[in-house]
């Protein structure tokens, strides 16, 4: 058994551990055994190592090139970086099983996928749907160019096309399914009027979470719960996020406060309330992590992407300790997103959904019926 071999089964069994394979969609545990995630990789691969991306190349250190590919459960395969930035990737497996989960695709479906990138996903849809019923479209001719030999070598039969893949693909249209690949804030008009009625459309949503969306009888809408969580790639050609430390940069925090008030290990701990914080700040990215094991230190991290940054840092034994810098206060914003939240009796992710009008999207909690979410501020 080769080295690549030995860790694609060593993935296999972690996520069978794990309840990663849905139980309801065998299908897919199939398609990812039938068409490897390690074909559909370029020979450099890239790897953060704490400062920048560092290129990962298989001819030089083929061991750390697969493990890019088969090591992590939940993280992507960085598989392209645009001046400094990723800009495609593998996406992580758990990440591809569950969004093919909530698609609920059948054979003979007519599919659509928004960003190729590798090609991997589309294999894997094109396992299932059937040969001549995907399409998928992206915007980078190059990535496209090579997604389509590495889908020929791997025997899947599917149509590729360069576009902007916010129009949809209308030549082929109706679709019975429709799976994006990277983040929207607004999910394109075309994108519903390109479904059949009863038609399924699962995309990312933002900085967090995807959705699954069901098109209405009449065509004129279409609605759905979040399915997960997870971070995707931005659409091409979106004013790109500095990150957290481009924010902050070197400039000493203008306020410091101890007891800030925000209960830092829920956040972490919380994936109800960390996404109940996106709903509520839709531009504010926050990242949390045990920093200190040894004194039980929770660290967040928060930054709107142009100016504004906040960090809290609590332990066990002391109070917490708060920083922020900016013309924005987000320690006070997230704390008042935090309180909306328990307002609402601490709602869960699965408790949110988005309605998609021809004239106007907005998120809902509970039951659509309810209308758009009345958020704090």
Excluded at 41 to 59: F, I, T
Excluded at 90 to 101: C, E, F, G, I
Excluded at 228 to 244: C, V
Aim: a negative charge.
């Amino acid at each position: 058994m080769t080295e690549i071999e030995e860790r694609r089964k060593l993935l296999d069994a972690a996520m069978d551990q794990q309840g990663c394979w849905p139980e309801r969609s065998p299908w897919i545990r199939d398609a990812v055994e039938s068409v490897p995630r390690h074909l559909f990789a370029p020979d450099r691969l890239w790897r953060w190592d704490g400062h920048r991306y560092a290129p990962v190349d298989r001819e030089e250190a083929e061991d750390l090139w697969a493990a890019e590919i088969y090591d992590h459960l939940g993280s992507a395969a960085i598989t392209q970086v645009t001046e400094g930035r990723a800009t495609s990737s593998l996406s992580a497996p758990t990440v591809v099983t569950d969004m093919l989960d909530a698609l609920l695709l059948e054979p003979g479906h007519h599919v659509l996928e928004l960003g190729s990138g590798a090609g991997w996903n589309a294999a894997l849809l094109a396992r299932r749907a059937g040969p001549g019923l995907v399409h998928s479209v992206e915007v980078d001719p190059e990535l496209s160019r090579a997604a389509r030999v590495r889908l020929e070598a791997a025997g899947a039969d599917a149509a590729l096309h360069v576009g902007d893949g916010t129009g949809g693909w209308p030549d082929a249209a109706p679709y019975d399914r429709i799976e994006a690949t990277y983040a929207v804030e607004k999910i394109p008009w075309a994108w519903i009027a390109q479904t059949r009625p009863g038609g399924r459309i699962v995309t990312p949503w933002g900085l967090l979470g995807h959705v699954a969306l069901t098109v209405a009888e009449d065509g004129l809408s279409a609605s759905g719960r979040m399915w997960g969580l997870a971070a995707f790639m931005p659409t091409a050609g979106s004013e790109p996020r500095l990150t957290w430390g481009q924010v902050r940069e070197d400039r000493p925090p203008e306020a410091e406060l101890s007891s800030p008030g925000l209960d830092v290990r829920q956040l972490h701990d919380d994936t109800n309330l960390l996404f109940a914080c996106r709903v509520a700040l839709p531009d504010v990215q926050i990242a949390t992590a045990w920093t200190r094991s040894e004194v039980r230190e929770v660290t967040a991290w928060m930054n709107d992407g142009r100016s504004s940054w906040a960090k809290v840092v609590a332990r066990t034994s002391e109070p917490a300790v708060a920083y922020q810098a900016g013309p924005r206060r987000l320690l006070e914003e997230v704390r008042a997103a935090e309180q909306w939240w328990r307002g609402l009796d601490r709602p869960s992710l699965y408790d949110f959904g988005i309605t998609v009008e021809r004239d106007r999207q907005f998120v809902w909690c509970r039951d659509p019926a309810n209308g758009p979410v009345v958020v704090p501020g």
